[in-house]
């Protein structure tokens, strides 16, 4: 975004967030201490994300983590705020030109407005445990599959395939280690990472020393993951060093043949205008082996059915990572989240391990994806 962009940006956050911090200060008691320290806490909020943007390499990395989650859960509660707000003016236009208020409401208007107010804080404040619980809590998906065999000498590979894991000021060493844990229980042959195992700056992953566990993945084969679009948001080569000198195999529009047995192909994110169309990633050598692709983000389905791809694991979307917003992930994505077959290819997106900004999911969960594959001679 150039700097123009930026402004126009912040101009209409900064005019909605004064809007909002309006419509709460009037429904709180007139010249009270609750106005004061209301207002004191509302631009400590709604400054803290640009605060930690701005000054990220200045400031002490705990003190830039912080205004760095501060403002992150900001924008989450910024929205909903926004929402309730329009929502109670829209009700008062109404009553305006309808008087559709009970005489109660109108004699009563300030202790109306207060008690809105209240609704609005509990509201949200079960809204976010729940959504902290469903972040927290990461459930596992077993999937099931049944591919072609071709000339494969194995019979079955377990799988564990993540996404979105975005290790950082939010998903910090601690949480790193309990995902680490969660996925070698699991015991698989394989670990799979479909991109965005960053997220937008390497400095806080660097700080904790993430290598540390991110070495503790065990697998029989290997660890393989390719880049996702917060890879590129920060310093693309120096996440591709950390993650190379993590113990991981980052495939980057490039196939590999593990154990003769499968073709793994891992594609570069879709932000890399330059990467190479899938046909030209697959080796006419490797059409007699099963194909798995990782890809970050799940667009164009139909160029992995094209190239015969038996399975493609993909992320990105988050499944839309809070009410109402997957509704619109699903406008905008032929598969947003979950199982799929298209033609002879097989499909699953990812909700993500992790998630990006505030640590909560709304109608959706973080999960781990344990998948089954059967090599089959049918």
């Known amino acids: 975004m150039n700097k123009i962009g930026f402004l126009i940006v912040f101009i209409i956050f900064a005019s909605l967030n004064f809007y909002i911090w309006i419509r709460g ?50 924008m989450v509660v910024f929205l ?61 998906v077993h999937l099931d599959l049944t591919i072609p065999k071709k000339e494969s000498k194995l019979d079955q590979l377990s799988v564990v395939a993540v996404s979105d894991v975005h290790l950082g000021d939010m998903i910090r060493k601690g949480r790193a280690k309990r995902y680490v844990e969660m996925i070698n229980r699991q015991k698989p042959d394989i670990i799979l990472i479909a991109g965005d195992l960053f997220d937008h700056s390497l400095r806080s992953v660097q700080v904790q020393k993430m290598n540390e566990e991110l070495q503790q993945l065990k697998a029989k084969y290997g660890v393989y993951s390719v880049l996702g ?16 000198h993590s113990g991981i195999t980052l495939l980057r529009d490039s196939a590999v043949v593990v154990d003769s047995s499968f073709v793994l192909i891992g594609r570069d994110d879709l932000t890399n205008r330059n990467r190479k169309p899938l046909r ?86 973080s999960e781990l994806v344990d998948i089954h594959i059967t090599f089959s001679d049918k």
């Not at 830039?64 to 989650?69: D, E, P, Q």
């Not at 679009?229 to 190379?244: K, L, Q, R």
């Not at 699903?330 to 990812?350: D, M, P």
């Open 25 to 74: 200060k009037q429904a709180l008691p007139q010249n009270s201490v609750l106005q004061i320290v209301y207002t004191i806490l509302f631009v400590l909020f709604a400054v803290s994300f640009f605060v930690a943007m701005a000054f990220e390499s200045k400031l002490p990395p705990v003190v830039s983590a912080t205004f760095g989650n501060i403002g992150s859960f900001w």
């Open 80 to 140: 909903y705020f926004l929402t309730m707000v329009l929502f109670a003016d829209l009700f008062r236009l109404i009553d305006h030109f309808f008087h559709i208020f009970p005489a109660w409401v109108q004699s009563n208007y300030s202790l109306t407005k207060l008690l809105y107010a209240g609704f609005v804080l509990f509201a949200l404040l079960v809204s976010s445990i729940i959504g902290y619980i469903n972040f927290d809590h990461p459930k596992t």
């Open 229 to 244: 679009n917060h890879e590129y948001f920060g310093n693309v080569n120096g996440a591709i060093d950390y993650i190379t």
């Open 280 to 365: 030209d990633i697959l080796s006419t050598n490797t059409k007699n082996l099963p194909t798995i692709l990782l890809d970050h983000q799940p667009v164009k389905l139909a160029e992995a059915v094209e190239n015969n791809i038996d399975f493609q694991f993909s992320g990105h979307t988050h499944n839309g990572q809070i009410y109402p917003f997957s509704l619109l992930v699903r406008k905008f994505h032929e598969l947003s989240y979950g199982y799929a077959e298209k033609g002879n290819s097989q499909f699953y997106v990812s909700s993500g391990l992790g998630l990006w900004g505030a640590p909560l999911r709304l109608g959706t969960q």
